[in-house]
């Protein structure tokens, strides 16, 4: 059975996996940039997003304005890594550690997720475009189209719509009693 077959068979979860993420998405919009100019505790507390160095294997904390695929303190591609708890994120220092340490952390490594090599272009364009530090929008839709999403121990990047159900499984099956868990970011309480 291919994928598209599954994703037929399945589609109130691939339904409700394109919701969770596109979610995702607007909760990390609503980070960048603010709410419309405004501050509240959220937006105030986080301090970035974490990325994963993929010459070390080891977590960093990169800036609200990096869209992955940057170039990771080693020098390698560093990639967005989604972080979840089924508690509180509690502001941990994650940076430095691996995903086999994020347990003893009470976390788990729910997928990583980047900008397709058409999206990068696409973004590489528009900053250059801006005015002099001005934050670069990417309308939501085009981001849904260039993103691209790989869970861990799998090193195939899929298009975000076509792998929410697999992100949604993780998700669901990450927490006891039928709760959903927190995605969590640096400075987060």
Same mark, same amino acid.
């Given at each position: ?16 996996? $394109? ?5 995702? $998405? ?12 405004? @501050?509240? =505790? ?11 160095? @993929? ?20 020098? =390698? ?9 089924? !508690? ?8 430095? =550690? ?6 003893? #952390?009470? *976390? ?9 090599? #058409?999206?990068?272009?696409? *973004?590489?364009?528009? =900053?250059? !475009?801006?005015? #002099? ?5 990417? !309308? ?19 298009? #975000? *719509? $076509? ?19 927190? @995605? ?6």
């Amino acid at each position: 059975m291919g994928l598209r077959d599954s994703m037929n068979n399945n589609s109130a979860v691939v339904t409700i996996g $394109a919701v969770a993420l596109l979610v995702v $998405a607007l909760l990390v919009l609503v980070m960048q940039f603010g709410g419309g100019g405004t @501050t509240n =505790k959220f937006t105030a507390s986080v301090k970035g997003f974490w990325f994963y160095d @993929t010459g070390t294997n080891q977590f960093y904390i990169a800036s609200l304005d990096d869209i992955a695929p940057v170039i990771a303190p080693s020098g =390698k591609p560093g990639i967005q890594a989604m972080l979840f708890t089924c !508690d509180e994120c509690g502001n941990r220092d994650l940076s430095g =550690k691996t995903p086999d340490d994020l347990e003893a #952390e009470g *976390m788990v490594l729910g997928y990583f997720t980047q900008l397709s090599k #058409e999206g990068r272009k696409y *973004m590489d364009m528009k =900053k250059k !475009d801006a005015p #002099e530090g001005q934050r670069v929008m990417i !309308d939501p839709q085009l981001m849904q189209h260039y993103r691209q999403v790989r869970v861990p121990n799998n090193d195939r990047w899929m298009p #975000e *719509m $076509a792998a929410s159900h697999i992100t949604i499984e993780i998700m669901q099956n990450m927490c006891t009693g039928g709760s959903f868990p927190k @995605t969590c970011m640096p400075g987060m309480k």
